[in-house]
């Protein structure tokens, strides 16, 4: 098989209020919400660029004044910097600096747009003839290269990345006299839920419409036998709530295990 072309595109959605998450949205975008001092933007872009996919496309809206003004001060909020302010020039010296090589396209899609409507926005952007798409709140230890790998025998239009919730409540098996046979505290689910980590043939962009949820174009896309899914048992989190929030700055104390890019 040919190797990927990392050139490939991700297009991240950035757009939502984040409402359920509002003790951290109020005031800035749900991807500028952090984990360990740094916004989950930032840890979903890494594990991309981990793999060489190094170009994104962030659909904005919500409050995207924010993410613009992370990313223009990227350089200096990530190192040591001395400054000298003279009378008529300003110096400057950083210490330490990484340099990320990445590109980025910050789109404004609106700030009540639909998730389909964004995408279709930004196809101008696109050229190439297949891309990545995500949103802008899960993370996981997913090998981005397999994923593509994946997508391009499947020959499908789409490829969507099955993961195993966790649930929110235990869960309870009855035995005979209707007692308690097991009980598991919020096990993680048999069933596979869209993990967010899709990648789609250019042509997927004909079954976006205005007013629509990307969704809906996958019922269309799965109607007609041309959405695959790629199967990832390992770990996955969507910092959904205040309490998604709290564990994942937790694991990343403790075991971070989407980290898998080194410093």
């Excluded at 969507?160 to 006299?177: A, C, E, R």
């Excluded at 629509?212 to 390992?234: C, P």
Aim: with cysteine.
């Amino acid at each position: 098989m040919q190797g990927i072309n990392k050139n490939v595109p991700v297009v991240i959605l950035c757009g939502g209020t984040g409402t359920r998450l509002k003790e951290e949205t109020e005031y800035k975008p749900k991807p500028m919400v952090t984990v360990g001092g740094r916004p989950i933007l930032w840890h979903i872009m890494k594990l991309y660029a981990h793999h060489g996919f190094n170009n994104f496309i962030l659909c904005l809206g919500y409050k995207g004044q924010a993410i613009k003004d992370y990313f223009l001060n990227y350089k200096w909020l990530a190192s040591d910097f001395s400054m000298r302010i003279g009378r008529n020039k300003t110096e400057y010296a950083i210490y330490g600096d990484r340099e990320d090589d990445i590109h980025i396209i910050f789109a404004d899609t609106g700030e009540d747009t639909l998730t389909g409507e964004r995408l279709k926005m930004v196809e101008r952007y696109i050229p190439q003839q297949e891309f990545m798409l995500t949103y802008g709140d899960g993370v996981a230890n997913l090998n981005i290269n397999a994923l593509v790998n994946f997508h391009r025998r499947q020959g499908t239009a789409g490829t969507l990345t099955g993961v195993h919730p966790t649930s929110k409540y235990g869960m309870v098996s009855v035995g005979d006299n209707n007692l308690v046979a097991s009980f598991a505290q919020k096990p993680k689910l048999n069933e596979y839920v869209n993990g967010g980590f899709m990648v789609f043939r250019r042509d997927f962009f004909s079954y976006l419409r205005g007013g629509q949820m990307i969704e809906e174009a996958l019922v269309d896309l799965a109607g007609e036998k041309q959405l695959s899914l790629y199967r990832h048992d390992d770990f996955w989190h969507c910092m959904d709530t205040y309490k998604d929030y709290e564990d994942l700055n937790k694991m990343w104390k403790n075991n971070p295990q989407w980290k898998i890019w080194s410093d």
